[in-house]
């Protein structure tokens, strides 16, 4: 993917550069509890800064309701309360708008910025008002501003026109580095430029990495390539599998959609994780995998229990048995020793591995022995191997198991990358200048 990046605009002094950045941040009490994704914008802004640029930084921050619009949306667990009578939308809608305001803003994330950025970053108090107006139109070369979470505006999501022109502003240059959204096609991640309101459309350094060892990696992969897919459901992933089929040389299955895989090969998988509607569909793919001369690897043995784990980390009472002799009354919950060792053998023989979705409920320790199996794997070819983890639960998991610095790259958005893998074209890298 041939993209221009910051580094090939020539002269930033005095320019006024637009940024999107992932500021979605996990926060409690107003309290940042996880600052990667901060950090990870941190090289793109200082180079804005350090050549003298004029930078408006936005993003979003968690999913707030649309509360200051006519068409107002509850999410599943308001709608719930709402059909059982405990509560009206009216009054969700009043609650909310006192509120998200103040659970939802990317103040706290502004004020780490200036304490990072030696107080070169201000805050506005809303998107596109009067108080982001003054702001940008009195930034120095080589100051910034934070605008508001761009959620609050209905308009974001819907990719107004008129509001993609209120949030251009006075941007000559726009900036996406938000790869983490990058598959959404709203306003701040690539309306803006479809609309041709601005012209001058890069990426930042964090995308660039991304497209430059993810994408490189699924285009021109060295081999033997593995693909490692796991989590709940095969319906999630259809398209994945279907498109890392025909790229990698072998795909391994693990994970609550690993079962339905094993019940498409007539073995009985007890009270497991099942997509019925997705048998046929799995055994499509072992038929493409075979015909191809690809490997399609599924569990030779399983981790059973009789119920699910509750509270998630709960101590648990397991079994591990053949995957072609799961009994009636047990659940799949993680691949067993020898799944371990014939994945680890697989990855062992790898010049490039991607891998998304744990092996079992990684949450549990006495559950997560397959997923920290795949992980020690992986850091154990660190080096001699390009091992990129796809964001979303393994990205949590590898980092939460500690081997974060074990792999080539861990990707910042989980569901951009899936559609990285599936082929898709992401619409926030798609609308930026070709070099």
């Given at each position: 993917?041939?993209?221009?990046?910051?580094?090939?605009?020539?002269?930033?002094?005095?320019?006024?550069?637009?940024?999107?950045?992932?500021?979605?941040?996990?926060?409690?009490?107003?309290?940042?509890?996880?600052?990667?994704?901060?950090?990870?914008?941190?090289?793109?802004?200082?180079?804005?800064?350090?050549?003298?640029?004029?930078?408006?930084?936005?993003?979003?921050?968690?999913?707030?309701?649309?509360?200051?619009?006519?068409?107002?949306?509850?999410?599943?667990?308001?709608?719930?309360?709402?059909?059982?009578?405990?509560?009206?939308?009216?009054?969700?809608?009043?609650?909310?708008?006192?509120?998200?305001?103040?659970?939802?803003?990317?103040?706290?994330?502004?004020?780490?910025?200036?304490?990072?950025?030696?107080?070169?970053?201000?805050?506005?108090?809303?998107?596109?008002?009067?108080?982001?107006?003054?702001?940008?139109?009195?930034?120095?070369?080589?100051?910034?501003?934070?605008?508001?979470?761009?959620?609050?505006?209905?308009?974001?999501?819907?990719?107004?026109?008129?509001?993609?022109?209120?949030?251009?502003?006075?941007?000559?240059?726009?900036?996406?580095?938000?790869?983490?959204?990058?598959?959404?096609?709203?306003?701040?991640?690539?309306a803006i430029v479809e609309y041709g309101i601005v012209k001058t459309a890069v990426c930042?350094?964090?995308?660039?990495?991304?497209?430059?060892?993810?994408?490189?990696?699924?285009?021109?992969?060295?081999?033997?390539?593995?693909?490692?897919?796991?989590?709940?459901?095969?319906?999630?992933?259809?398209?994945?599998?279907?498109?890392?089929?025909?790229?990698c040389d072998t795909l391994i299955i693990g994970g609550g959609m690993a079962y339905t895989?094993?019940?498409?090969?007539?073995?009985?998988?007890?009270?497991?994780?099942?997509?019925?509607?997705?048998?046929?569909?799995?055994?499509?793919?072992?038929?493409?995998?075979?015909?191809?001369?690809?490997?399609?690897?599924?569990?030779?043995?399983?981790?059973?229990?009789?119920?699910?784990?509750?509270?998630?980390?709960?101590?648990?009472?397991?079994?591990?048995?053949?995957?072609?002799?799961?009994?009636?009354?047990?659940?799949?919950?993680?691949?067993?020793?020898?799944?371990?060792?014939?994945?680890?053998?697989?990855?062992?023989?790898?010049?490039?591995?991607?891998?998304?979705?744990?092996?079992?409920?990684?949450?549990?320790?006495?559950?997560?022995?397959?997923?920290?199996?795949?992980?020690?794997?992986?850091?154990?070819?660190?080096?001699?191997?390009?091992?990129?983890?796809?964001?979303?639960?393994?990205?949590?998991?590898?980092?939460?198991?500690?081997?974060?610095?074990?792999?080539?790259?861990?990707?910042?958005?989980?569901?951009?990358?899936?559609?990285?893998?599936?082929?898709?074209?992401?619409?926030?890298?798609?609308?930026?200048?070709?070099?």
């Amino acid at each position: 993917m041939n993209k221009k990046s910051v580094k090939d605009i020539k002269d930033l002094q005095g320019k006024n550069v637009l940024v999107r950045c992932d500021f979605n941040v996990p926060m409690k009490d107003g309290v940042i509890t996880d600052e990667n994704r901060i950090m990870g914008a941190l090289p793109t802004i200082k180079y804005l800064l350090d050549n003298g640029a004029k930078v408006t930084l936005c993003s979003h921050m968690g999913k707030p309701h649309s509360i200051f619009s006519d068409e107002v949306k509850l999410n599943k667990k308001d709608k719930k309360k709402v059909d059982a009578g405990e509560t009206t939308a009216e009054a969700i809608i009043e609650k909310a708008k006192k509120d998200e305001p103040k659970k939802l803003t990317l103040a706290p994330v502004a004020k780490r910025l200036a304490e990072l950025l030696n107080g070169k970053v201000t805050f506005a108090t809303d998107v596109i008002g009067a108080d982001a107006k003054a702001k940008r139109d009195n930034l120095k070369n080589g100051e910034a501003v934070l605008i508001e979470n761009l959620r609050f505006h209905w308009e974001e999501e819907k990719k107004d026109e008129n509001f993609c022109k209120a949030l251009a502003y006075n941007a000559e240059i726009y900036v996406n580095d938000a790869f983490g959204t990058a598959h959404r096609s709203h306003a701040s991640t690539a309306a803006i430029v479809e609309y041709g309101i601005v012209k001058t459309a890069v990426c930042g350094f964090l995308i660039e990495k991304e497209l430059e060892v993810m994408a490189d990696t699924l285009e021109n992969p060295q081999r033997p390539f593995v693909a490692i897919l796991g989590g709940a459901k095969v319906a999630d992933k259809l398209n994945v599998i279907s498109n890392l089929l025909e790229k990698c040389d072998t795909l391994i299955i693990g994970g609550g959609m690993a079962y339905t895989f094993l019940k498409a090969k007539g073995y009985e998988i007890g009270t497991s994780l099942l997509d019925e509607e997705k048998i046929d569909y799995c055994k499509e793919m072992m038929a493409k995998a075979e015909k191809a001369g690809k490997e399609l690897l599924l569990p030779v043995d399983t981790v059973v229990t009789s119920h699910f784990p509750e509270p998630i980390d709960a101590e648990i009472e397991v079994k591990t048995v053949p995957s072609n002799a799961i009994p009636a009354d047990k659940m799949g919950m993680d691949i067993g020793e020898k799944t371990r060792a014939l994945y680890a053998e697989k990855i062992a023989k790898a010049k490039a591995v991607i891998w998304n979705g744990p092996m079992g409920v990684f949450e549990n320790p006495t559950l997560a022995k397959g997923t920290i199996a795949v992980a020690q794997a992986l850091a154990d070819v660190y080096g001699k191997c390009t091992t990129i983890i796809g964001g979303g639960d393994s990205a949590a998991a590898v980092q939460q198991l500690g081997f974060a610095d074990k792999v080539t790259h861990i990707s910042t958005g989980g569901g951009a990358s899936l559609e990285l893998f599936e082929g898709k074209v992401l619409p926030g890298i798609a609308c930026l200048n070709d070099k």
